[in-house]
């Protein structure tokens, strides 16, 4: 009989040695080292072989910024926005499973920017307007890149409202609804625009914030060729005041017809005026709404017109009682709804967001 083969013995099972555990090393993101980082770019401090345990993310002068650390405690975020063209330092300690502790350093620098540009808002915190009211962000210089300033904007509101931002100009964009506002809307608007390249070398220069709130639907309408002003609440008349508006037969004093906004109140104002020759003529009750310069205001002197022949220089004269309980009704934003004139503001002539058509008025956004 045959036998199988013979052997080497199995050979002995091999032990393993201990394996050597990771240090809990802290690195951030972006890079250690990093140079032009945008300052509102997100700044995160990772471990992902242990638990973090302590953070100093410190300005060139030393302060600590905030941040948060996560649930699991594998990352710290930095919770503030840096500064432009500063080195900002960061040491974090951080233990692996076994308990051993590991310090790591490093360091960021942002991006020095060429020039920065500001903005300003035409709407304030806590303030409450009337139904036309448009919403300005206006820039302190010309902005290269509008559509990625126009990205930064954003208006949030109570119920639905469908808006649109339009350029009026190199440094100027409004937002404004489709139809007026419904009333009492409340608005938010955010103009996110630290940081945000506009440009090469050129950024935004700091965030901006406001609260607001839309009153009640109040239209005032003039007739330039009744001579009379309807106000009208809920589409409802409730006073009707005799008027003058522009001189007639002057085109160039006519009282143009379109859809304006009170842009401005003032109690008590001198009018003067180069072009027609007068000065400092006193009036109550102003109330602007045209940055060509018409006014709807007080003009008791001019009372034996009123109601019966336009004799104004564009103003729309009321008497002081009428003046003064429009006045005191009237929010910056009421629209002012002229008709029946000579003459016809021109789209674009002035800042008048409602004079557009609302194909018009979309086309003027950079997106």
């Not at 008497?319 to 008709?339: H, K, Q, R, Y």
Request: glycine fraction near 10%.
């Amino acid at each position: 009989m045959l036998t199988a083969c013979g052997g080497q013995d199995a050979a002995a099972p091999v032990t393993a040695g201990p394996v050597a555990e990771r240090e809990a090393v802290v690195v951030s993101e972006p890079a250690d080292g990093a140079k032009d980082l945008n300052p509102a770019a997100p700044v995160v401090l990772k471990s992902p072989d242990g638990e973090i345990a302590s953070v100093a993310f410190t300005t060139p002068g030393g302060t600590p910024l905030k941040g948060t650390l996560a649930e699991d405690k594998h990352s710290w975020t930095l919770g503030e926005a840096l500064g432009f063209g500063k080195t900002y330092a960061w040491t974090a300690t951080a233990k692996n499973k076994s308990g051993k502790v590991k310090e790591s350093k490093g360091s960021l620098t942002t991006v020095a920017p060429g020039k920065t540009i500001a903005a300003s808002l035409d709407v304030g915190d806590n303030q409450t307007y009337g139904v036309g009211k448009g919403i300005g962000v206006k820039f302190n210089a010309p902005v290269p890149d509008r559509a990625a300033a126009q990205k930064a904007l954003t208006v949030k509101t109570s119920v639905p409202v469908e808006g649109a931002w339009g350029w009026v100009s190199d440094s100027e964009v409004r937002w404004r609804p489709k139809l007026y506002w419904p009333a009492n809307t409340t608005v938010h608007l955010d103009a996110k625009i630290y940081a945000v390249p506009f440009g090469p070398g050129v950024y935004g220069a700091e965030d901006l914030t406001a609260d607001f709130t839309i009153g009640r639907n109040l239209i005032i309408k003039g007739d330039v060729a009744t001579h009379r002003v309807i106000v009208e609440q809920n589409d409802q008349p409730i006073a009707d005041y005799p008027a003058s508006f522009g001189l007639d037969s002057a085109p160039d004093r006519n009282t143009p017809n379109g859809a304006y906004v009170i842009m401005e109140k003032t109690g008590f104002m001198k009018m003067t005026s180069q072009r027609y020759g007068y000065t400092d003529i006193p009036t109550h009750n102003a109330m602007l709404i045209s940055t060509n310069g018409e006014f709807l205001h007080e003009l008791e002197s001019n009372r034996w017109n009123l109601g019966k022949a336009n004799t104004s220089h564009g103003c729309i004269n009321l008497g002081m009682a009428e003046s003064t309980e429009l006045f005191n009704w009237a929010l910056v934003g009421d629209p002012v709804v002229i008709t029946n004139s000579g003459t016809t503001m021109p789209a674009g002539a002035e800042i008048h967001d409602w004079q557009y058509s609302w194909a018009e008025w979309q086309a003027k956004s950079a997106l």
